[in-house]
T-cell receptor, first 120, second 115 residues
Framework: GAVVSQHPSWVICKSGTSVKIECRSL??????MFWYRQFPKQSLMLMAT?????????EQGVEKDKFLINHASLTLSTLTVTSAHPEDSSFYIC????????????????FGPGTRLTVL | AQSVTQPDIHITVSEGASLELRCNYS??????LFWYVQSPGQGLQLLLK??????LVQGIKGFEAEFKRSQSSFNLRKPSVHWSDAAEYFC?????????????FGKGTKLSVIP
């Protein structure tokens, strides 16, 4: 259980276009999902936290108008990189937290396989 | 604010040798602790986690970690490394409070394995 998928796994786009990445929790409901960005040979950087049915909370320095997050259901969150530029090329990883009040379980995140974005 | 330190950026071991990856955390209360492994171009796979109870935690792939509150450490160990263990390893901490999800990651330790 606790499987998270991402689609696409790899995308190449031209500068100026928008790219949408989907994150799905396949076998559990996730009231909270997270979007991370990882540069080569670096750790994960949290971009935003999204809660189902409400606006995402962005970390300092992350442009909310550039990285649009929608969490329309308990199993799906999307990240849209608008007007992508080469500097947006990165590895984007999502994660989900289960809708549970069990101590420990409620604090655990389950990660997707990541999406490699290359902007030409 | 919580923080995680992984002092070793890169470790190289011979296949069959033992391994210990260090992780120190800074957090005011008892945290929940995780070790993840990431192969190149892949997402994160959970190796093991500590919430409470026995301070020696067993994980997948023969890994274990020991929570030492007095040292604020959660070091990852494996008695005999396999070539397939070569990857990046991340230690992470999250608050144990209700509704707290935000993970703080260490910078990672890259493990290379010599055949």
């Amino acid at each position: 259980g606790a499987v998270v998928s991402q689609h696409p796994s790899w995308v190449i786009c031209k500068s100026g276009t928008s790219v949408k990445i989907e994150c799905r929790s396949l076998d559990f409901q996730a009231t909270t999902m997270f979007w991370y960005r990882q540069f080569p040979k670096q750790s994960l950087m949290l971009m935003a936290t999204s809660n189902e049915g409400s606006k995402a909370t962005y970390e300092q320095g992350v442009e909310k108008d550039k990285f649009l997050i929608n969490h329309a259901s308990l199993t799906l969150s999307t990240l849209t990189v608008t007007s992508a530029h080469p500097e947006d090329s990165s590895f984007y990883i999502c994660s989900s937290a289960r809708d549970t009040q069990v101590p420990g379980q409620r604090n655990e995140q389950f990660f997707g396989p990541g999406t490699r974005l290359t902007v030409l | 604010a919580q923080s995680v330190t992984q002092p070793d950026i890169h470790i190289t071991v011979s296949e069959g040798a033992s391994l210990e990856l260090r992780c120190n955390y800074s957090y005011g209360a008892t945290p929940y602790l995780f070790w993840y492994v990431q192969s190149p171009g892949q997402g994160l796979q959970l190796l093991l986690k500590y919430f409470s109870g026995d301070t020696l935690v067993q994980g997948i792939k023969g890994f274990e970690a020991e929570f030492k509150r007095s040292q604020s450490s959660f070091n990852l160990r494996k008695p005999s490394v396999h070539w397939s263990d070569a990857a990046e390893y991340f230690c992470a901490v999250v608050s144990s409070g209700a509704g707290s999800y935000q993970l703080t990651f260490g910078k990672g330790t890259k493990l290379s394995v010599i055949p």
